[in-house]
């Protein structure tokens, strides 16, 4: 079993950066490969970015690609999201996901272990 545990989040003006990190705990961290979703109120809770156990493929979700960036340390047992140029559309709660399933998987149904979340608000 794997506990996650979100941190960096907070308020930030629109242009602006926050790096997000996950803390893995209490299982195996690199045999699960890892995600970002958020989930904005009354919405459903969206794919943002994934990596892959081994770190050497990652995907983000089009509405990021270009200003997200997911990472992770195996050695640490970390995970990050670098999140630049925010935008007010950008305001979520934020979680990481960990799933020991195989394959590139941007559906949270398919993700097991589940943080807290963070909060992230970019103002205009």
Same mark, same amino acid.
């Given at each position: ?5 979100e ?9 602006g ?8 705990? $209490? $299982? ?9 979703f958020?989930?904005?109120?009354g ?6 970015a994934?990596?892959?156990? %081994?770190?050497?493929?990652? $995907?983000?979700a089009? %509405?990021?690609?270009?200003?997200f960036?997911? %990472?992770?340390? @195996?050695?640490? @047992? ?5 999140? @630049? ?17 195989? $394959?590139v998987?941007?559906?949270? @149904?398919e ?9 992230v608000?970019?103002? %205009?």
């Open positions: 079993q794997v506990q996650l545990a941190s960096g989040g907070g308020l930030v003006q629109a242009g950066s926050l790096r997000l990190s996950c803390v893995a705990s $209490g $299982g195996t961290f690199s045999n699960c490969a890892m995600g970002w958020r989930q904005a109120p919405q459903e809770r969206k794919f943002v994934l990596i892959t156990r %081994s770190g050497y493929i990652t $995907g983000h089009d %509405s990021v690609k270009g200003r960036t997911i %990472s992770r340390d @195996n050695a640490k @047992n970390m995970v990050y999201l670098q999140m @630049n140029s925010l935008k007010p559309e950008d305001t979520a709660v934020y979680y990481c996901a960990g799933t020991t399933r195989l $394959g998987i941007r559906s949270p @149904n993700y097991e272990y589940w943080g807290q979340g963070t909060q608000t970019v103002s %205009s």
